[in-house]
């Protein structure tokens, strides 16, 4: 898949890391009223770091469900162009039964009877081959189109993972440097993160 997997772990670290910048600027800083928000920081952070290790979950089931489904697809389409093999041998066998038949109508009414009679047959199995090769033919197209819905859903979590981290290293950088604006921008930004979640969880459901 073209999104790298996010491990949880790092996730955590980056919630570490802006907790710890919080805590820091709130001892340096004068007053309650001034470092207030660095607790809210905190929250918010923490808030945004869970969507993305749940965001992260959903992308990689999504991303292993549409391989196997492909998988999958890859197999019937192997069983039904062996069916289709098999009926052409079949649709063949019955042509050169009724041609030997046709021959020996003057000479040999008996073995051309039994030959037509053999081409019957075939002609017979040939109707449950081709059958068979249409059913695993609508089976592919189910598999596909399955595979196809799990990628999307894939790249909606995905893109949630990706746009949450940016939150989250803003959120350490507003904490860090004590700026309340780059936190209201690391929020709107988890926003977008939050939309793109919600996407994927509907078209997952």
């Avoid at 189910?142 to 979590?157: A, D, G, M, T, W």
């Amino acid at each position: 898949m073209p999104e790298e997997e996010i491990e949880t772990q790092e996730l955590k670290e980056r919630l570490e890391e802006a907790h710890e910048h919080a805590e820091h600027a709130g001892h340096a800083g004068h007053g309650h009223g001034g470092t207030a928000w660095l607790t809210w920081l905190s929250l918010s952070t923490a808030i945004v770091a869970v969507l993305a290790a749940i965001a992260a979950l959903e992308s990689g089931a999504r991303a292993n469900d549409a391989i196997v489904q492909k998988n999958d697809a890859i197999l019937h389409q192997s069983k039904a162009d062996d069916a289709w093999s098999y009926y052409q041998a079949k649709s063949i066998q019955a042509t050169v039964y009724a041609v030997q038949a046709e021959a020996l109508a003057g000479t040999n009414g008996e073995l051309a009877a039994k030959l037509r009679g053999e081409g019957d047959h075939e002609r017979d199995d040939r109707t449950e081959i081709r059958k068979k090769a249409e059913e695993e033919e609508k089976i592919v197209a189910e598999r596909n189109e399955e595979s196809e819905h799990s990628l999307h859903v894939h790249h909606q979590f995905a893109k949630s993972v990706t746009i949450f981290q940016v939150a989250i290293a803003l959120a350490a950088i507003a904490a860090l440097t004590r700026r309340k604006a780059m936190w209201w921008v690391s929020m709107g930004i988890g926003a977008i993160g939050v939309g793109f979640f919600v996407m994927g969880l509907l078209a997952g459901g």
